[in-house]
Antibody, heavy 117, light 110 residues
Framework: EVQLVQSGAEVKEPGESLRISCKGS????????IGWVRQMPGKGLEWLGF????????RYSPSSQGQVIISADTSISTAYLQWSSLKASDTATYYC??????????WGQGTLVTVSS | QTVVTQEPSFSVSPGGTVTLTCGLS?????????PSWYQQTPGQAPRTLIY???SRSSGVPDRFSGSILGNKAVLTITGAQADDESDYYC??????????FGGGTKLTVL
């Protein structure tokens, strides 16, 4: 059974760094793109970018370029989304999702990140 | 910057048919945008309904269908049920690896 399991909720202060994770199981993690989606409180969905774990090719949306880093570790079938200096505006739920071709077929359960002083 | 547009809200009667649209602030939606559609209920992860314009994801009932109509992508729900009450989002591929969500449509079934 294919599963994407994300790390738990985080509460951070502005300026802190953070890395959240998305662990894939039940399939060959290296050969499927993983994407990250942001949903700010009460708002819509926004693609942040994708990574192909097999060769770490990464594509960022224009708005997320330079704001977050997407990475993956194939040895533990895990993708990451990280920030070097969080802002209050990073408060959101973040979802990972598996992409095959033009289809997003599996989603993680979401990770709530709260940034507040 | 081109924006992906959706109706903010829509309502449908139980058993009725509703067509939600996905357009561009500038230009027309075509098959080369590979439109996809997602359903999300509050507090839940999105669920993929349609990809590549009109392909249904596994397990999605055939009450849900996608197409291109005029200059927009559309999601049609026939025989609307109470549990279809959700937010619906479209996504368009904008080239260069960039996928863009529309603002979403809140569908009410009443």
């Amino acid at each position: 059974e294919v599963q994407l399991v994300q790390s738990g909720a985080e509460v951070k202060e502005p300026g802190e760094s953070l890395r959240i994770s998305c662990k894939g199981s039940g399939y060959d993690f290296s050969t499927y793109w993983i994407g990250w989606v942001r949903q700010m409180p009460g708002k819509g969905l926004e693609w942040l970018g994708f990574i192909y774990p097999g060769d770490s090719e990464t594509r960022y949306s224009p708005s997320s370029q330079g704001q977050v880093i997407i990475s993956a570790d194939t040895s533990i079938s895990t993708a990451y989304l990280q920030w070097s200096s969080l802002k209050a505006s990073d408060t959101a739920t973040y979802y990972c999702a598996r992409r095959v071709g033009w289809q997003v077929d599996y989603w993680g359960q979401g990770t709530l990140v709260t940034v507040s002083s | 910057q081109t924006v992906v547009t959706q109706e903010p809200s829509f309502s449908v009667s139980p058993g009725g048919t509703v067509t939600l649209t996905c357009g561009l602030s500038s230009g027309s939606v075509s098959f080369s945008h590979y439109p996809s559609w997602y359903q999300q209920t509050p507090g839940q992860a999105p669920r993929t309904l349609i990809y590549s314009t009109n392909s249904r994801s596994s397990g999605v009932p055939d009450r849900f269908s996608g197409s291109i109509l005029g200059n927009k992508a559309v999601l049609t729900i026939t025989g609307a049920q109470a549990d279809d009450e959700s937010d619906y989002y479209c996504v368009l591929f904008m080239g260069g690896g960039s996928w863009v969500f529309g603002g979403g449509t809140k569908l009410t079934v009443l």
